[in-house]
């Protein structure tokens, strides 16, 4: 059962200037979606909970490990201006 739609005023409710090819062409898709959407919803249903993914999602945390720092002089060598042991950056505010 095709889905009756009037496209030029979606197209109007969107602000969309359309040519009557564009009408043509987009509606005839919307009607597709539409179509769609009808045949998904008529699917049973009944007994299954509603979900936001399809598969379950789960966390993957690691061990919290403690690890040896970074060395902060080596980094400032790296920098190309540094003042009492951090970076020096151009001033964005006046």
Known sequence: MPVEIDIVKVAALARLALTEEELDTFG??????????????????????????????VNAFREDVTAECLD??????????????????????A
Do not use: C
Request: charged share 20%.
């Open 28 to 57: 005839s898709q919307l009607g597709d979606i539409l179509e769609h959407a009808e045949r998904v919803q008529a699917l049973p249903t009944d007994g299954v909970p509603p979900t936001s993914h399809p598969l379950p999602m």
């Open 72 to 93: 902060r002089e080596s980094f400032l060598r790296s920098a190309p201006d540094t003042a009492g042991g951090q970076f020096r950056v151009p001033r964005i505010l």
